[in-house]
């Protein structure tokens, strides 16, 4: 969430913010109800600041043994006042807060300006694509053939968008999570196992809420919400909290499942493990000072880099443009793995700095040099997305006679050379 006097200060600024965005919001309204806020509470104290000096008057004249009846009906009307002012304010407030939710996070000036995916610029590329002799399969195609992938079973037991693993293909899976998880804890990260079920006020902290409820799993007749990623949980592991400054940067990684409705998305994407309603995912979260997030946006996209290299999965890094980035985010790095049967490259990462826009939602800060308490900077990145991560794998290590080679990385994780 942006902060109401920034916003108010700086309108143009925040307007022109979200016409790079290609958002629609125009902030009129908002600009009425935050001087309409600042006039309310200004004679609200001003009232405050008269019922005070009546309430001594009165106890004055009451002292003297004069009569104080006129003063005490005015100060009946004072209060009368006050409390009128004071339910305006607080609605006021919530109309202000509820267009704040509904405001994406101020983008950072090296984003590159573009309407939507085609304007992503390419940072770099890692690997070429193996060049094969023989005509390559889709990951769907090589799973069912081999019987470690059946979705005509997930369909009966669930619908579609979902995957049941079989044999090796499970065993492929809870490696990588293995995989992953040692790699991350080797380079500083903290594991942690958090709920797949969380409350509303952390569905709001990470600004899954209020925008993008429709994207979401809820359950029924509860306050309680599937997660899309284990961002949202590992977030508001520190909501309400003041971080101490020697603890900075905090650095978490963690396996979950992740559910997401996954609305209007069509095409190829939607058949094999790429789109699901339902995937595993490791993912990465740093709680940072301001002055050093984009610094660490920059080595938490590296980490999550170090995964594809070390399972040698060609991939490039792009950095989102303005109509792309994320609504929360104010930058954000995309890796993209190869994928022989796409002929391109798929996402299967993102990593993104939030600067304060979450912390401020989820009220997390920290104590700087000075004592002062201040919005801490978060960020997250995929480390990786496990079912796509199988599927480049399936793809890449694909041979012609039929089998499937494992990653040398993997080789101790699966017990085996090949499926």
């Known amino acids: 969430m942006l902060d109401l006097r920034f916003v108010a200060d700086n309108i143009e600024l925040v307007q022109e913010n979200l016409k790079k965005r290609n958002s629609d919001i125009d902030l009129t309204e908002l600009k009425e109800l935050s001087w309409k806020r600042r006039k309310t509470i200004q004679l609200s104290e001003s009232l405050k600041a008269e019922k005070n000096k009546v309430s001594s008057d009165i106890a004055l004249l009451k002292k003297q043994k004069q009569n104080a009846d006129d003063l005490i009906l005015k100060m009946r009307e004072k209060v009368a006042q006050i409390k009128d002012l004071d339910s305006q304010l607080q609605q006021i407030e919530e109309k202000i807060t509820d267009y704040l939710y509904n405001i ?29 002799d023989f005509e390559v399969k889709p990951h769907w195609e090589i799973g069912e053939q081999k019987g470690i992938l059946n979705f005509s079973q997930s369909a009966k037991i669930s619908g579609a968008r979902f ?12 490696a990588l999570v293995n995989f992953m998880l040692d790699t991350h804890l080797e380079n500083g990260y903290q594991e942690v196992f958090p709920p797949f079920i969380v409350n509303k006020d952390s569905m709001t902290g ?74 595993n995912k490791v993912e990465l979260v740093k709680f940072s000072r301001p002055e050093t997030s984009y610094e660490e946006l920059e080595s938490l996209t590296q980490d999550a880099e170090r995964i594809l290299q070390r399972l040698e999965l060609p991939y490039r890094v792009v950095a989102l443009c303005s109509g792309d980035v994320g609504f929360s985010s104010a930058k954000t790095y995309d890796l993209e793995v190869y994928m022989p049967s796409y002929g391109r490259y798929v996402e299967i990462s993102s990593c993104s700095n939030f600067t304060d826009y979450q912390a401020r939602r989820a009220n997390i800060k920290y104590k700087d040099e000075s004592g002062k308490n201040k919005f801490a900077h978060t960020l997250n990145g995929s480390g990786l997305a496990v079912g796509r991560t199988v599927a480049a794998i399936l793809e890449n290590y694909q041979q012609k006679d039929g089998r499937v080679t494992i990653p040398q990385a993997l080789v101790k994780y699966m017990g085996c050379d090949s499926i």
């Open 206 to 279: 990470t600004g899954q809420l209020p925008k993008f409820e429709d994207g979401a799993f809820k359950i029924k007749d509860t306050d309680y919400y599937l997660i899309p990623t284990a961002e949202v949980p590992v977030t508001n592991l520190h909501r309400n909290e003041i971080l101490p400054l020697d603890k900075l940067p905090i650095k978490y990684c963690a396996y979950s499942a992740c559910f997401r409705s996954e609305a209007g998305s069509a095409g190829r994407d939607t058949r094999g493990l790429i789109r699901l309603h339902q995937f």
């Open 104 to 132: 994406p996070n101020m983008l950072d000036q090296s984003v590159p300006y573009g309407t939507d995916d085609s304007h992503n610029q390419e940072i770099r590329k890692w690997s070429k694509p193996r060049e094969f």
């Open 163 to 174: 995957a049941v693993y079989h044999g090796d293909g499970a065993r492929l899976e809870r």
